[in-house]
């Protein structure tokens, strides 16, 4: 039987596999997987827990409403990088430091 | 008495007075060319012979005065002129007569002194003082000149400034005088305030104003005002005491022996007619204002002092110390005189005196001249003023001696001297008084003898002691006769010393011509038996004592223990000084040195101690200020400094690692939520 | 069988992730970004949300994989290169702060998970008395389509609008040149 705990448990290792990859990494690009990561992960959760809903499937809804969103986020987000890339050729978050135009 | 025809008299005689001032001025601008003096001799010579035409114009005629506004204070006008008559012009022929040959004599005396142009300067300023204080017709100038006096006296007294004994002498005369000022101008403030002009003539004529004043229910009415009648007899204490104080009567004659620092030319000028008969001319001057308490006091100082002077004299080794003496004891006849109401015969003995009083100490430089001479000639140590170091100069200095004993003579009233004829005429007076004087009152006239007698013994004592007894050293027979510079002035004070100068008659007072200028309203009835009497007596007392003195100090018959009481209060000037010192002189600069300390620690404490304070206060307030406000302050800087200093760090721009803090600070939430329900 | 499909699925996503954000190469991450979609797609579907995982399967492999590869592909010439040659590291070194970070967010989480079991919410007990829950029998996607138009039609518009403005934002940013 798969109960809810499972269903944590796994959302809970891709939120922090996530979170690293925000945290770590030094590329503008995996830092949005990460960020896609997290929201998987939270995604995973609110299916899981949709389950006992069945009168509203709020859960399902709104897992699909986190979706359209996060591509959107993508979306621009990643017309964000190719921006700055434009701007300072590179995507490294750690060199891209200055808020105003040089 | 035909009135002078001349108004230009009080310019003459305004001549006479700035002549030696203008030499002075001369000799000070000259400065060290002025050395020979020439300057200051022409000055006084001409002065004399002004005053000379002056005193001929005057004397025996009505007074002259000479009047010019000088200043107005609100409704009051001041004025200043000369009022010349018989007294004013007296002393005014008497100044430069002994000036001259003061000046004279001081030509060689001084010669070779390092600071004889000084000496010009102050002696016509003396000169000029004294002259002014004589012919001042108001008791303000008076008191100006008085002051002027005392100041250029100050000067001459400490002429040798280098020496610390002729400071303190100078200064010890200056401020016994200043006792005697303060007396003068209390006086004068009583004066004003009763009559409200210091006018002399007006004053004190003999219709003047304090003539009209008269006493009546203890109160002292004059001209529509009145005070209590003790101001009376305190306004002529007041003037007593000036005088006190400026002719060396008791108790305020310690200035005049120490007054002997100054060089003997000055001394004999001071003695003779300037400073010293400044306060007789002034007793004289406004004699009318002194009622009988004021006279009687006066009388008795007189006499004291004269006794009390006399004795004085008698022990002392110093020549100089020996005429100061002298000095202070014929000012206590002379005091003593017009306290008896003779104020002529006073005078008169002042002019007498002036004369063989100045020759007496001429005479003395000119020994102490040859003996310091002698001691640089031979190397010698011996004290030039000590007359036991002298003896037998009589026949080395055959006309120092005979002017000497000429005024030796005058001195101890011998007949055929001026001295005896003025010291006759004062005596006679005296037991004229007495006569009709209560109680003790009676015992001053003879009082007044026996200081006769024993001024004949002090001053034959000095004659024998240096001229006639063994010397004693050989050395002495090596001393010579003074130059002529020095023997023609006082050749020519022995002349005057003589009676012709005074008196035809060599033996009757009332037929000297002096007296008779000045004679006083009211007088005791006359003793005639005491005019014959009293010269008889006197001289008789003073062979007696010159005779005593011959064989004690010639024949070396000396019959006193050195040891007794007697001998040592006469040694020891009585202890005044001594008195003086314990019981004014340490007690003030005892409370001085009070005061000081108090000042320094009390007053200069208080305030060293506030502005301590307020140093602390103010160095608390800056440590405060820089520490506690300032430091608050930084430290607020500083925290905020810091703070955006480790802030700083945070905002580097870099989105990981904000994100990095977001994400640690929800996971310490988190754990602290977990704690919590834990 | 149902469980150990699940945990075949699970075990490929959580080691895949972690696989992913520990790697070198992001062209090869990527890929990898592309198995962990597919295995949560496959976990959506175990909690009977068989429309979700469609959907994830539509809107991220197919859209928001590519636009990260198309943005890969335009930004990391110098990776690209390296991608070419091969590198010598496979794995990057691991960021010790942000590994702290996230094992102790990981922590937090399998405890807070583990503990799910004693701390059951109301509405899930509720619910399971009250047999409102999702059966695999459920015509989900019918019903989630008639939520979509009835209860939930505001954020369903409201989100549409949203996703308007981000694409023509999008676009706008990713405009050539510095037109503005």
Known sequence: MITLTHFLVVSACIFAAGMYAVLARRNAIMVLVGIELIINAAILNLVAFGRYDSTHYGGQVFAVFAIVLAAAGVAVALAIILNVYQHYKTINPEDIRDLKEK | MPQPSVTYLPFVALAAVLLPFAGSLLSAIAGRRSQSGAIAITAIAGSLLTAAYVFAQVWGNAPVHGQWQWFVIGETPFHVGLLLDNQSVLMLLLVPLIALPVHLYSVAYMKGDPGIHRY????????????ALVVADNLFLLYVCWELVGFASYLLIGFWFTRDT???ANKKAFIVNRIGDIGLLIGIAILY????????????????????????????????????????????????LGAIAKSAQFPLHVWLPDAMEGPTAVSSLIHAATMVAAGVFLLARIFPLFNGTALMVMACIGVFTACMAAYFALTQYDIKKILAFSTISQLGFMVAGIGMGAYHAALFHLATHAFFKCLLFLAAGAVIHEMQHLNKQYGLEIDPQDIRGMGGLRRQMPLTFTV??????????????????????????????????????????????????????????LIFKVFVAPPAIDRLTQIHEVGKWMLVPMLFLAACSLFLVFSLHPFDVGRAWLTQGMVPDTLPPTLPAAHTLVPVTATLIALLMAWLAWKWYVKGAYPLRTTGLLYKLSLNQGY???????????????????????????????????????????ALAGWMDQYVVDGTVRLIGKIAYGLGNVLRRTQTGRVQYYLFTMFFIVLIVLLYQMIIHA | MESILFYCFATVAVGTSFILVSMRNIARALFLF???????????????????????????????????????MLSNKELLNQLQAGTSHFFALPVWQALTVALLFLGVLLYAALQFDRHEPQWIAAAREAGTVITPTDRTVQHLGIHLMTRYLLPFEVISVLLMMALMGAAHLARKGGQT
Not at chain 2, 425 to 437: C, P
Not at chain 3, 44 to 61: C, E, G, K, R, S
């Open chain 2, 120 to 131: 010009w300067m102050y002696l016509g300023l003396f000169c000029f003082a004294m002259m």
């Open chain 2, 166 to 168: 002729a400071v303190q």
């Open chain 2, 193 to 240: 305030a009763q009559f409200g002009t210091l006018d002399i003539r007006t004053l004190f004529d003999p219709h003047g104003l304090v003539a009209a004043s008269v006493v009546a229910d203890g109160q002292w009415i004059a001209s529509g005002r009145s005070m209590p009648a003790i101001w009376l007899t305190l306004s002529g204490l007041a003037f007593l």
């Open chain 2, 404 to 461: 000497m004993a000429i005024a030796a003579l005058a001195l101890g009233g011998f007949p055929l001297t001026g001295g005896f004829l003025s010291k006759d005429a004062l005596l006679v007076h005296a037991l004229e008084w007495g006569a009709i004087q209560p109680g003790l009152l009676r015992l001053l006239p003879y009082f007044l003898f026996a200081a006769a007698g024993l001024t004949a013994f002090y001053i034959a004592r």
């Open chain 2, 576 to 618: 005044l000084d001594k008195l003086y010192d314990l019981a004014v002189i340490s007690p003030v600069l005892r409370l001085s040195h009070v005061l000081r300390e108090a000042d320094r620690y009390l007053v200069d404490g208080t305030i060293d101690g506030l502005g301590r304070l307020g140093r602390l206060l103010a």
């Open chain 3, 34 to 72: 592309f198995v962990v979609l597919f295995a949560m797609a496959g976990l959506y579907v175990f909690a009977l949300a068989d429309f979700v995982a469609l959907t994830q399967i539509l809107i991220y492999v197919g859209g928001v994989l590519v636009l990260l590869l198309f943005a890969f």
